[in-house]
């Protein structure tokens, strides 16, 4: 069995959703720690130091826009990436999550396989 040594965090307000990663993303052997709020996604990204985090965009309090410019804040979290994963699949957003220092950008619809391809390829 390959180690799980890449750190995902998943940062989504929908606990179904959560779940479903976590799984998917444990099943190709990532290590996957979830937030429920950006303010805790923050905290968790701080302290865990992630190899990757995977943004929800319409998040409560803050929105994934607002992550991401906090997380610019953080010296020791720039270079993190981040892939925004939303159910808005409109091509502005896509360009501001971009601008505003994604990696990538996914649609909520995607499937397992482009889910963790994109994960495989920014967490290296």
Partial sequence: MIPKTKKVLVIDDDTDVL??????????????????????GLEKALSSKPHLIILDLMLP???????????????????????????????????????LGAKGYLSKACNAK?????????SD
């Fill in 61 to 99: 309090g803050m929105s994934g826009f607002g992550f991401l410019r906090e997380l610019k804040k953080h010296k020791d979290l720039l270079k993190t990436p981040v892939v925004v994963l939303t159910a808005l699949s409109d091509q502005e957003i896509a360009e501001e999550s971009l601008s």
């Fill in 19 to 40: 779940v479903l990663l976590k799984e998917t993303l444990e099943s190709n052997h990532f290590e996957c720690d979830t937030a429920i709020s950006p303010t805790e």
């Fill in 114 to 122: 482009e889910l963790v391809t994109m994960v495989q390829a920014y």
